[in-house]
């Protein structure tokens, strides 16, 4: 009854007054009756009521986070995505989810689709551009990575901006992936955008080394940069059978 009659009020008050009323109710329960849970309940009605408000979804994480609830509030996020009314109110409910699915609750396979469907909404936002290339990277997806880069190279007009993308493709392709072909010319294409990068000018030299020494191709594989794990070999084809004389 108490949060049915908390809801109403702060209905009736609109966004400028309803998400304090709410948060004071959270605040006589919590230090009065020290009843968290209900607190937690008004507040997750807070979040539905006034989804742009700030105030009210961080006091709400801070309650989840202290009941070990974060899961539930995970699942309310994604009824409110659900049920938004427009596109910059649905852009911010999947922000505060791609944050809670990336931090407390480590789930990076579901962040992703999560930032992906925001970039669909904000496919400018060259934050969450910068966390789907993060989480993909945790996640070792590395041709999603690389598609998501390219993506982002299609929307990228500064130079400076270009040529860090370039070079963060051409470091997966030598680094993660083994593809010093690959990484030769995408290092060709960041030192053309930029002649007096050292990064790419040693790049470009280092791969095309490689590539003259064969028996360099052969070279056990180094630490990733991600986990510590060890990368994959590159692949080679199947030896020669000897010739029947």
């Known amino acids: 009854a108490l949060i049915h009659a908390h809801r109403e009020l702060a209905e009736r008050a609109g966004p400028e007054l309803g998400p304090q009323m709410l948060l004071r109710a959270d605040a006589l329960l919590r230090e009065r009756l020290r009843d968290d849970r209900t607190g937690f309940d008004v507040l997750r009605q807070g979040v539905g009521l006034f989804p742009a408000n700030e105030e009210v979804y961080e006091a709400l994480f801070e309650r989840s986070t202290a009941l070990g609830r974060l899961d539930a509030l995970d699942s309310h996020l994604s009824r409110c995505i659900d049920k938004a009314l427009d596109p910059q109110t649905a852009a911010t409910l999947l922000a505060r989810r791609a944050t809670l699915l990336e931090g407390p609750l480590g789930r990076s396979q579901q962040a992703i689709e999560v930032l992906t469907k925001l970039l669909q909404l904000r496919p400018d936002d060259s934050n969450a551009a910068a966390r789907l290339r993060r989480t993909l990277r945790k996640a070792r997806r590395f041709p999603d990575l690389l598609l998501a880069i390219h993506k982002q190279l299609q929307r990228a007009k500064e130079p400076d901006e270009r040529v860090a993308l370039i070079k963060e493709s051409a470091n997966i392709w030598e680094g993660d992936l083994r593809n010093r072909f690959e990484a030769r010319d995408a290092w060709r294409k ?21 590539l003259s020494a064969p028996h360099l191709l052969s070279e056990p594989p180094a630490a990733s940069a991600v986990d510590g794990e060890p990368e994959p070999e590159v692949a080679r084809g199947p030896e020669p059978e000897p010739s029947v004389p």
């Open 190 to 210: 960041a030192l053309e955008l930029s002649p007096h990068d050292a990064e790419a000018a040693a790049g470009v030299a280092r791969t095309e080394q490689r």
